[in-house]
C-alpha cells in the first residue's frame, strides 16, 4: 500500500462467492483514515454500515441521470468518439471491427469518468467493486494524474488474504482468462437457491465439460495446424457439422443471438414469439458465443448452438497468424501514437483481445448467415458483441435485423447508444417517447407491445393458486400478498420480519419474491437478510424465493407490495392491486415505472400505514375501484393494446421479406 503523504487512492475488488465481506473490512481498517470508501456492491455497502464504517455506493455519489450522468456520458461520448477515430480504418471482410464492441467500450469509459468524478474531489479515495473490470487500472492511472498516491497495483480480496496485481500488456491475456472463468463459476454457484440441487450439478456438470472440451481441442487443433489445416477452415467445418447436427439445420428463417445471463429479463419475453414460430412449423435458430448464457440456455431447456469454442480457438489462431501479427503491430503503433487519450494504454489489451474476437465472430457470423435463408434475425441483448456482428453481417446480406426493449427504459444516457438493429420493438407510449426522445429514428421504433404480456392473458387466478397449493403449502383459500422489490434496503429485514408476524395472525399466506440479481450480485448481503427474518420468523409461515415465476405468483396473489419495479407494472397489467412503499423517502421522481402517479397504485411512506391499507384491501375490498380506474391510464403506456396479441405482432414483423 502507498504510504506517501499525498493523497492516497487504492483500488480492491472482490467477488461475492468466494470471500466475505468480513475480508474486505478487515483490508481496509489496516488503512490510515481519513478517507472515502466508493463500492458498487449494495451488500459491502450495508454491511461496512453496521461495522461503524462509512462507505458512499458510485451509483449515489455520481448517479447515472440527470445533470450529473449527462455530464459523465458526454465526457465518455467524447471520449469514446476518439476511440472510434483511431481504431476506424481497422476492417475485416468489409466489417468496422470497432463496432463489435463499441458499446461494451462505452460502458467501461463511463464507469472510468464516474470513478474520474469522485476523484475530482480531491480526498483520500479507497474503491472497493465487487466484480473485476479491465477499465480498473485506468482508474489507478488517472488518479496518479489527479495527484494522488498510488503504485498502480489492485487488490485482488479473496478468503485467503489480498493478492496485489500489476497489469500490463504482457500479464492481462493470463487476467482475461483467469476472470472469465471466475465470472462463469460465480455465476454457476449463484444460478440456484440450492447449489447441491440437480439442475445446478447438472449446470456444473456442463460447465466443467465445456471448459475441458475447449483445452482438449485448443490442443487437437494446433495439432492439424500443423500438418498445414487452415485453422479457419477447422472451424467453420465444426460450426457446419453443429449447425446440421439440429433440427433446423441450414433451413432457419429466423435465428436468435443471444449473450445474456439474466432470462427473465432478456429471454423470456421472446418465449410466446418462438412458440409461433414453432407452430406455424418454421424452424429457427439460436447461437450464443458466452459459457455462462449457455448455462442459461441449457437451464431453460433452450435448443442451442453454441460458438463459445469455436469463437475462443479462432481468435488464438487469428494472434498467431501473419495477419494477427500485422494487426497486433497496427494496435500498438495507435495505443503509442495516442497515448496521451485516457485509458487508452491501460485498455491496449482489453483492445486487443476484442478485436481478435470481433474477427472470429465475423467469420462465423458471416459464414453462417451466408448459408441460411434468413428473413430476419432477433439480437435478444441488443448492444452486446455477438449481436451488434450478427447486426452488420445481415446488413451484408439485406437480412432484418429486430431487438426489442427487455424493460421499461429509464431517462438514462447510455439508452442513446443501446439498440442497433433495423427494427425495434416497444411495450407502449412511454418506451416510444423514451426512445424518439434519445434520438432514435421513428421508422426503426415498432409499437407492438410486450409478448410476455400475452402469456399473462392465459393465467387464471384460481389454477395459479392451485399450482401454486401443489408446489408449496400456501393454502389456495387463504388470501395472498406477494412482496417484490428492486432492491434490499437498509431495514427491510426488520419491517418484513414484522409485516410476516401481521400476515400470519390475520391469516394472510406471503411469498418474498427476490431479485435475480442478488443471485450473483451483493449475494452474501441477501442471505444474510434471509437469515436474520429466518431467525426473527421461526414457527411462522412464509416464503421467500430467488426463483419461482413471477407470472404465477402475481396471478396468484390478491394483493402486491413493491417499491418502483417492473414488478408494479406486472400487477397493474395483471390487475392487481398495488401497494408501492418508499419507508425511506427516496427520490423517485425520475422513474417512469412511478405508477401511483396515475393512480394505479396505493403510495404509502409509513409502514403502519402499510398494514392498514392492507386489512382494507383484503377484508373490506376498499381501494380496488379507485386502482382499477388508475390501471386504464396505465395499460397503453406499458403493454401497447394489452390483447394478448404482441407475439403476432413481432411474429409478423420478423416474417416480413
Request: hydrophobic residues 40%.
Amino acid at each position: 500500500m502507498s504510504t506517501n503523504c499525498s493523497m492516497l487512492c487504492e483500488l480492491y475488488f472482490f467477488y461475492g462467492q468466494q470471500t466475505t465481506l468480513k475480508r474486505a473490512y478487515e483490508s481496509i481498517t489496516q488503512i490510515a483514515e481519513p478517507y472515502q470508501i466508493i463500492t458498487n456492491s449494495f451488500g459491502l455497502n450495508e454491511f461496512l454500515g453496521k461495522h461503524d464504517v462509512k462507505s458512499v455506493m458510485l451509483d449515489k455519489l455520481v448517479p447515472d441521470e440527470g445533470p450529473v450522468g449527462e455530464e459523465v456520458y458526454h465526457i465518455s461520448k467524447s471520449l469514446h468518439n476518439e476511440y472510434k477515430r483511431i481504431f476506424a480504418d481497422l476492417t475485416f471482410s468489409g466489417f468496422e471491427i470497432f463496432k463489435g464492441f463499441e458499446y461494451p467500450l462505452l460502458r467501461q469509459l463511463i464507469f472510468l469518468n464516474k470513478c474520474g468524478k469522485v476523484l475530482d474531489g480531491k480526498k483520500n479515495t479507497i474503491f472497493i467493486f465487487e466484480g473485476f473490470s479491465y477499465i480498473y487500472p485506468a482508474i489507478m492511472k488517472l488518479a496518479l494524474e489527479l495527484g494522488y498516491s498510488t503504485d498502480l497495483k489492485i487488490g485482488f480480496i479473496k478468503s485467503s488474504g489480498i493478492e496485489y496485481m500489476k497489469f500490463d500488456y504482457k500479464t492481462d491475456s493470463d487476467n482475461r482468462n483467469k476472470f472469465s472463468f471466475l465470472r462463469s463459476s460465480n455465476f454457476l454457484k449463484s444460478s440456484s437457491d440450492n447449489y447441491f440441487s440437480l439442475a445446478n450439478l447438472k449446470s456444473f456438470s456442463y460447465f466443467i465439460s465445456k471448459i475441458l472440451s475447449l483445452i482438449v481441442r485448443k490442443l487437437l487443433y494446433r495439432f492439424l495446424i500443423v500438418v498445414k489445416i487452415e485453422p479457419v477452415k477447422i472451424i467453420l467445418n465444426k460450426v457446419d457439422k453443429k449447425i446440421k447436427r439440429t433440427s433446423s439445420r441450414y433451413d432457419a428463417v429466423c435465428a436468435y443471438f443471444i449473450t445474456a445471463t439474466r432470462a427473465d429479463i432478456y429471454l423470456r419475453p421472446w418465449y410466446s414469439v418462438m412458440k409461433k414460430f414453432s407452430k406455424e412449423k418454421l424452424p429457427v435458430h439460436i447461437f450464443t458465443s458466452d459459457l455462462a448464457t449457455s448455462l442459461v440456455l441449457s437451464k431453460e431447456g433452450l435448443s442451442f448452438v453454441s460458438l463459445f469454442e469455436e469463437v475462443n480457438i479462432l481468435m488464438e489462431e487469428l494472434k498467431k497468424s501473419d495477419f494477427g501479427k500485422e494487426i497486433e503491430k497496427k494496435i500498438k503503433l495507435k495505443v503509442d501514437q495516442n497515448s496521451s487519450l485516457r485509458g487508452i494504454a491501460q485498455l491496449s489489451s482489453y483492445l486487443s483481445s476484442n478485436i481478435f474476437r470481433s474477427v472470429s465472430i465475423i467469420i462465423i457470423c458471416e459464414y453462417i448467415v451466408k448459408r441460411m435463408k434468413l428473413k430476419s434475425i432477433v439480437a435478444v441483448a441488443d448492444g452486446e458483441m455477438l449481436e451488434n456482428l450478427a447486426i452488420e453481417a445481415c446488413k451484408k446480406f439485406k437480412i432484418t435485423s429486430v431487438s426489442m426493449v427487455p424493460a421499461v427504459v429509464n431517462p438514462l444516457p447510455i439508452f442513446r447508444d443501446w439498440f442497433h438493429a433495423d427494427r425495434i420493438c416497444v411495450y407502449g407510449s412511454q418506451g416510444l417517447e423514451a426512445l424518439s426522445s434519445f434520438g432514435y429514428a421513428k421508422e426503426r421504433i415498432i409499437l407492438t407491445g410486450t409478448p410476455k404480456y400475452d402469456y399473462f392473458k392465459t393465467l387464471d387466478p384460481i389454477k395459479s393458486k392451485a399450482i401454486l397449493q401443489e408446489n408449496t403449502s400456501v393454502n389456495s383459500e387463504k388470501k395472498l400478498v406477494v412482496i417484490g422489490m428492486s432492491v434490499w434496503r437498509e431495514g427491510d429485514e426488520d419491517w418484513i420480519s414484522d409485516f410476516i408476524k401481521f400476515c400470519n395472525k390475520n391469516n394472510f399466506e406471503i411469498i418474498i419474491k427476490l431479485h435475480p440479481k442478488y443471485k450473483e450480485s451483493s449475494h452474501e448481503m441477501s442471505e444474510t437478510k434471509i437469515k436474520i427474518i429466518s431467525e426473527r420468523c421461526k414457527n411462522l409461515k412464509y416464503f421467500i424465493t430467488y426463483d419461482m415465476e413471477l407470472p404465477l405468483l402475481l396471478s396468484a396473489s390478491d394483493v402486491v407490495i413493491t417499491d418502483y419495479s417492473n414488478v408494479g407494472i406486472d400487477a397493474v397489467l395483471l390487475g392487481k392491486p398495488l401497494i408501492s412503499v418508499n419507508f425511506l423517502r427516496e427520490l423517485w421522481d425520475d422513474y417512469p415505472q412511478r405508477i401511483d402517479k396515475f393512480g394505479a397504485s396505493i403510495y404509502v411512506e409509513e409502514y403502519l400505514k402499510l398494514k392498514n391499507i392492507i386489512l382494507e384491501v383484503l377484508n373490506e375490498n376498499k381501494h380496488v375501484a379507485e386502482l382499477k380506474k388508475g390501471r386504464e391510464k396505465v395499460v397503453s403506456r406499458f403493454n401497447f393494446y394489452n390483447d394478448g396479441k404482441a407475439s403476432d405482432r413481432i411474429f409478423d414483423l420478423l416474417m416480413k421479406p
